[in-house]
């Protein structure tokens, strides 16, 4: 599904990544995890077009996607979430989703503009496809609400159903129970299980072990910018470099 | 085209130039200070020259009085303008900065309408008009006097940020103005004393140049523009980078009048500017800096 | 959906029952500023309110379709029907191409790039003596006319107009009810969460940039048509600045915004005749007023002050 191969990420002289490498399958749940400062976010926004790598291939589905950004990497059913979710504060939850239907619609400007037949319908189509992914998420109730006065959990999940409105074959998410409670994070695991299901491949970066060992099906380790250990969760657990990782960070 | 001719060009575009610099650099210091362009820069140099013509003419002072009274004033209202419109906005984007900035520049630009009219005015230059012969070519006392105060400014300011523990503390905002406030600067103070040392250069400015070129109270709108145009040749730097940037553009803009046409002498530093900005937005001297673009 | 209509409807036909209150008086001039100020304030608030990119410049957009009409118009004389869509199809060709390299720069360096972008395009005006007529101006441009009827009336000029604001207004109401105003407001939000979600912010913006030039050349050239005569002085930078003021006194995002500020900052200066000079300052300080006071524009600030009022009255009687 997805592969790294090689990445290395220098910033002025600082090596915050150095040559790592992992592939992903198809259908799986995939957790990064590492102490703080390992490099999880900043390879995250490498293979996600934000940042340009110093060196190093992304090959997602076959295709070398390296150095393409995020516009095209959508349109090639790749999408992310944010640690600090990204909403679009001033628009309301559905308006939001609704822009997560950007690709899975056509209508150009002047279209748009002349109100033209076609961009009705479809508007109609981006308004009942946005509306089910808030219903799967479950916020279905808050669509007339403003995004910016979500509480943190609920932009959250909002955030999630308008990464999937792309119709993405695989998501990445970074740190989506940063921020979330208990209750909220019990919800949230559930709801990951329910995009696996949907055949969606999904990645994320979290700091909460108890939901990574719960959830994933593979595990990657990173510290100090490479890649420590791979495997699942049950091997991770039992890996001594994990242990001493870990021990030696006060996290 | 004649070597005299081009030499007395280049010469008088020096000391435009240097007035470039000297705008360029109050422009540098508060965006390094506070990551806003004040656009109302320029009307810092038009209040410079007309303060003190009022200090001339109705105070009757003689002029080594009024220059320091007149920055003096111009000092108080650029506080004034950092607390009364940059402080207190509740939602600084840089749309809404970019906004109350223009609207500072035109509120003080139509006050001193009401204050000073509309007609230009003269300031005596410092010291006689009797011209000065330099190879084929000839400049006005009032030039040196430009050039030799922009060169004590410019080594007065490099000797705050450097030797200062103010100026170190303001280079330090301009760095990262977070870490500076972790480390316990009070970036709010240095904001404040950003307008003020850019208000008093403006001020500076604004007079020696009006011996010159006379002044109005619409003056500092082409002025602020240039100077804005001097920092960004100079890459935002308060340093020499944007002296250079200043005298270039002078220098220029002078040829391309002179030897061009004069009616595009203006158009001659929005082109660089839009050249600059587009393929060198940090500057002609500095490194790539993803912030501005 | 249906309620959106049914306001345009009503605004549509108040504005043209209005000539019937003012019998065709001084006013009709003044209310056919009003509507092409309304179109400027609207093309710069789909660029500014919606996209979040700010432009110093429009008058010289402005500028432009005045000038490329009234120069094929009158040296030309070419019809001004056909001159309208040439002039708005040269400006928008040329606002595509200046749009790519300008609308990298962000914020200050935007404001400043188009600013100074707006002072060139004056410039030019002034210095191409032998076609625009330099600092004098440009005269004798004719009249609209359909089928015999010339438009050379302040009710006539007034219906034109105004028919022609309120295709405007719609067709960006339009806009901003779409995918593409919704993905507009997205970028002005978050560009990176735009642009992860599949939006190519950087092609949008460009094309938005050139819509608001088109609208803002066709405003110009109305203005041509309308006041048979054009200089310089109507598009200084001062004027980029007033179309900026009505924008952010209507309110960012607002179309109806767009004509509140226009209509407020067209009307004043009627009102304070004799203050003429000094118009700018009223400008410069209603400026700093709204962004301190009222960042929302009117459009947003005066219901909330409303309420607020209403709900102190409310909690005053309670107690």
């Given at each position: 599904m997805l592969e790294v191969s090689g990445i290395t990420q220098i910033f002025g002289g600082v090596t915050a990544l150095d040559s790592v490498s992992f592939s992903i399958a198809k259908g799986d749940i995939t957790g990064v995890i590492g102490p703080n400062g390992a490099g999880k976010t900043t390879l995250f926004n490498i293979i996600t077009g934000i940042y340009h790598q110093t060196a190093g291939t992304v090959t997602l589905e076959g295709k070398d996607v390296t150095g393409l950004p995020p516009e095209r990497l959508a349109r090639l059913a790749m999408v992310r979430t944010f640690q600090n979710i990204e909403l679009f504060?001033?628009?309301?939850v559905l308006e939001n989703v609704m822009v997560g239907m950007h690709t899975k619609s056509s209508s150009g400007l002047l279209a748009c503009a002349l109100k033209m037949p076609w961009t009705v319908s479809e508007e109609r189509r981006i308004r009942d496809g946005a509306l089910k992914w808030l219903e799967f998420t479950g916020i279905a109730d808050l669509a007339d609400h403003t995004a910016g006065s979500l509480p943190f959990g609920k932009g959250r999940l909002l955030e999630i159903a308008r990464a999937l409105a792309v119709g993405p074959r695989i998501v990445l998410m970074d740190e989506p129970a940063a921020g979330l409670n208990s209750q909220e994070t019990l919800a949230l695991a559930g709801l990951i299980k329910r995009i696996r299901d949907l055949d969606i491949t999904v990645v994320l970066v979290e700091h909460d072990m108890e939901l990574v060992m719960d959830i994933c099906d593979r595990i990657v380790v990173l510290n100090l910018g490479k890649k420590l250990a791979e495997g699942t969760p049950r091997q991770i657990q039992e890996s001594p470099e994990v242990i001493a990782a870990y021990l030696g960070d006060d996290d | 085209m004649q070597f005299d001719q081009i030499l007395q060009y280049s010469l008088s575009g020096l000391s435009t130039g240097a007035i470039y610099a000297l705008i360029g650099i109050g422009f540098s210091i508060i965006y390094n200070a506070t990551g806003i362009i004040n656009f109302a820069q320029g009307e810092f140099v038009m209040l410079g020259g007309l303060v003190t013509l009022s200090c001339l003419e109705l105070l009757q002072l003689p002029l080594w009085a009024a220059i320091p009274c007149a920055v003096a004033v111009c000092t108080v209202i650029g506080v004034l303008f950092e607390r009364l419109a940059i402080r207190p906005l509740r939602q600084p984007t840089p749309i809404n900065l970019v906004i109350i900035t223009i609207g500072g520049s035109i509120l003080i630009r139509g006050l001193a309408m009401l204050v000073w009219g509309k007609d230009t005015h003269a300031i005596p230059p410092f010291s006689g008009d009797t011209p000065i012969a330099i190879g084929g070519a000839t400049i006005l006392p009032q030039h040196l006097w430009i050039l030799a105060i922009t060169l004590i400014i410019i080594i007065f300011n490099k000797l705050y940020f450097y030797h200062t523990i103010s100026g170190k503390a303001m280079r330090a905002c301009s760095y990262n103005r977070r870490a500076a406030g972790l480390v316990g600067i009070d970036v709010r103070r240095m904001v404040l004393f950003s307008f003020i040392i850019s208000s008093a250069m403006g001020a500076v400015a604004g007079i020696i140049v009006a011996p010159l070129t006379m002044t109005a109270y619409d003056v500092g709108v082409m002025l602020g523009l240039k100077g804005f145009c001097a920092a960004i040749i100079g890459g935002m730097?308060?340093?020499?980078s944007t002296v250079i940037g200043g005298l270039l553009l002078g220098i220029l803009e002078s040829l391309g009048a002179g030897l061009i046409s004069s009616g595009y002498k203006d158009a001659i530093a929005f082109i660089i500017l839009l050249l600059i900005l587009f393929l060198r937005p940090q500057g002609l001297f500095g490194k790539a800096d993803s912030e501005r673009v | 959906m249906k309620r959106d209509l049914l306001l345009f409807i009503a605004f549509a036909l108040l504005i043209m029952v209005a000539p019937h209150f003012f019998h065709g008086g001084y006013l009709m001039n003044v209310l056919v500023f009003v509507g092409i100020n309304t179109m400027l304030a609207i093309a710069l608030n789909l660029l500014l309110g919606y996209a979040g990119q700010i432009s110093l410049g429009h008058a010289g957009f402005f500028g432009l379709g005045a000038y490329i009409s009234g120069v094929l118009t009158t040296t030309?004389?070419?019809n001004p029907w056909s001159a309208m869509p040439l002039a708005a199809l040269v400006v928008g060709c040329l606002a595509y191409l200046i749009g790519f390299p300008i609308l990298k720069l962000k914020g200050h360096y935007l404001a400043m790039a188009t600013l100074g972008l707006g002072i060139i395009i004056y410039i030019v005006f002034n210095e191409t003596v032998d076609l625009t007529?330099?600092?004098s101006g440009l005269s004798g441009i004719p009249n609209l006319e359909v089928a015999g009827v010339v438009f050379d009336s302040d009710v006539k000029n007034y219906y034109l107009i105004w028919g022609v604001t309120l295709a405007v207004m719609l067709f960006s109401l339009n806009l901003a009810n779409s995918r593409i105003g919704r993905a507009l407001r997205a970028v002005h939000d978050s560009e990176v969460a735009a642009q992860v979600l599949g939006v190519n912010s950087r092609v949008l913006k460009v094309q938005i940039f050139a819509l608001s030039a088109v609208i803002s050349s066709l405003a110009g050239s109305l203005y041509a048509h309308t006041m048979t005569f054009v200089s310089p002085a109507s598009f200084g930078f001062n004027f980029s600045i007033e179309v900026l003021t009505m924008v952010v006194i209507g309110g960012l995002g607002s179309i109806y915004g767009s004509f509140l500020g226009a209509a407020l900052l067209t009307l004043l200066p009627e009102f304070l005749r004799g203050a003429n000079d000094y118009d700018i300052i009223i400008y410069g300080a209603l400026l700093m007023i709204m962004v301190m006071f009222m960042p929302g524009g009117l459009v947003r600030g005066i219901p909330a002050l409303y309420r607020k009022i209403f709900k102190q009255k409310g909690e005053g009687d309670n107690a």
């Amino acid at each position: 599904m997805l592969e790294v191969s090689g990445i290395t990420q220098i910033f002025g002289g600082v090596t915050a990544l150095d040559s790592v490498s992992f592939s992903i399958a198809k259908g799986d749940i995939t957790g990064v995890i590492g102490p703080n400062g390992a490099g999880k976010t900043t390879l995250f926004n490498i293979i996600t077009g934000i940042y340009h790598q110093t060196a190093g291939t992304v090959t997602l589905e076959g295709k070398d996607v390296t150095g393409l950004p995020p516009e095209r990497l959508a349109r090639l059913a790749m999408v992310r979430t944010f640690q600090n979710i990204e909403l679009f504060g001033g628009m309301t939850v559905l308006e939001n989703v609704m822009v997560g239907m950007h690709t899975k619609s056509s209508s150009g400007l002047l279209a748009c503009a002349l109100k033209m037949p076609w961009t009705v319908s479809e508007e109609r189509r981006i308004r009942d496809g946005a509306l089910k992914w808030l219903e799967f998420t479950g916020i279905a109730d808050l669509a007339d609400h403003t995004a910016g006065s979500l509480p943190f959990g609920k932009g959250r999940l909002l955030e999630i159903a308008r990464a999937l409105a792309v119709g993405p074959r695989i998501v990445l998410m970074d740190e989506p129970a940063a921020g979330l409670n208990s209750q909220e994070t019990l919800a949230l695991a559930g709801l990951i299980k329910r995009i696996r299901d949907l055949d969606i491949t999904v990645v994320l970066v979290e700091h909460d072990m108890e939901l990574v060992m719960d959830i994933c099906d593979r595990i990657v380790v990173l510290n100090l910018g490479k890649k420590l250990a791979e495997g699942t969760p049950r091997q991770i657990q039992e890996s001594p470099e994990v242990i001493a990782a870990y021990l030696g960070d006060d996290d | 085209m004649q070597f005299d001719q081009i030499l007395q060009y280049s010469l008088s575009g020096l000391s435009t130039g240097a007035i470039y610099a000297l705008i360029g650099i109050g422009f540098s210091i508060i965006y390094n200070a506070t990551g806003i362009i004040n656009f109302a820069q320029g009307e810092f140099v038009m209040l410079g020259g007309l303060v003190t013509l009022s200090c001339l003419e109705l105070l009757q002072l003689p002029l080594w009085a009024a220059i320091p009274c007149a920055v003096a004033v111009c000092t108080v209202i650029g506080v004034l303008f950092e607390r009364l419109a940059i402080r207190p906005l509740r939602q600084p984007t840089p749309i809404n900065l970019v906004i109350i900035t223009i609207g500072g520049s035109i509120l003080i630009r139509g006050l001193a309408m009401l204050v000073w009219g509309k007609d230009t005015h003269a300031i005596p230059p410092f010291s006689g008009d009797t011209p000065i012969a330099i190879g084929g070519a000839t400049i006005l006392p009032q030039h040196l006097w430009i050039l030799a105060i922009t060169l004590i400014i410019i080594i007065f300011n490099k000797l705050y940020f450097y030797h200062t523990i103010s100026g170190k503390a303001m280079r330090a905002c301009s760095y990262n103005r977070r870490a500076a406030g972790l480390v316990g600067i009070d970036v709010r103070r240095m904001v404040l004393f950003s307008f003020i040392i850019s208000s008093a250069m403006g001020a500076v400015a604004g007079i020696i140049v009006a011996p010159l070129t006379m002044t109005a109270y619409d003056v500092g709108v082409m002025l602020g523009l240039k100077g804005f145009c001097a920092a960004i040749i100079g890459g935002m730097s308060s340093g020499i980078s944007t002296v250079i940037g200043g005298l270039l553009l002078g220098i220029l803009e002078s040829l391309g009048a002179g030897l061009i046409s004069s009616g595009y002498k203006d158009a001659i530093a929005f082109i660089i500017l839009l050249l600059i900005l587009f393929l060198r937005p940090q500057g002609l001297f500095g490194k790539a800096d993803s912030e501005r673009v | 959906m249906k309620r959106d209509l049914l306001l345009f409807i009503a605004f549509a036909l108040l504005i043209m029952v209005a000539p019937h209150f003012f019998h065709g008086g001084y006013l009709m001039n003044v209310l056919v500023f009003v509507g092409i100020n309304t179109m400027l304030a609207i093309a710069l608030n789909l660029l500014l309110g919606y996209a979040g990119q700010i432009s110093l410049g429009h008058a010289g957009f402005f500028g432009l379709g005045a000038y490329i009409s009234g120069v094929l118009t009158t040296t030309y004389a070419l019809n001004p029907w056909s001159a309208m869509p040439l002039a708005a199809l040269v400006v928008g060709c040329l606002a595509y191409l200046i749009g790519f390299p300008i609308l990298k720069l962000k914020g200050h360096y935007l404001a400043m790039a188009t600013l100074g972008l707006g002072i060139i395009i004056y410039i030019v005006f002034n210095e191409t003596v032998d076609l625009t007529g330099g600092p004098s101006g440009l005269s004798g441009i004719p009249n609209l006319e359909v089928a015999g009827v010339v438009f050379d009336s302040d009710v006539k000029n007034y219906y034109l107009i105004w028919g022609v604001t309120l295709a405007v207004m719609l067709f960006s109401l339009n806009l901003a009810n779409s995918r593409i105003g919704r993905a507009l407001r997205a970028v002005h939000d978050s560009e990176v969460a735009a642009q992860v979600l599949g939006v190519n912010s950087r092609v949008l913006k460009v094309q938005i940039f050139a819509l608001s030039a088109v609208i803002s050349s066709l405003a110009g050239s109305l203005y041509a048509h309308t006041m048979t005569f054009v200089s310089p002085a109507s598009f200084g930078f001062n004027f980029s600045i007033e179309v900026l003021t009505m924008v952010v006194i209507g309110g960012l995002g607002s179309i109806y915004g767009s004509f509140l500020g226009a209509a407020l900052l067209t009307l004043l200066p009627e009102f304070l005749r004799g203050a003429n000079d000094y118009d700018i300052i009223i400008y410069g300080a209603l400026l700093m007023i709204m962004v301190m006071f009222m960042p929302g524009g009117l459009v947003r600030g005066i219901p909330a002050l409303y309420r607020k009022i209403f709900k102190q009255k409310g909690e005053g009687d309670n107690a």
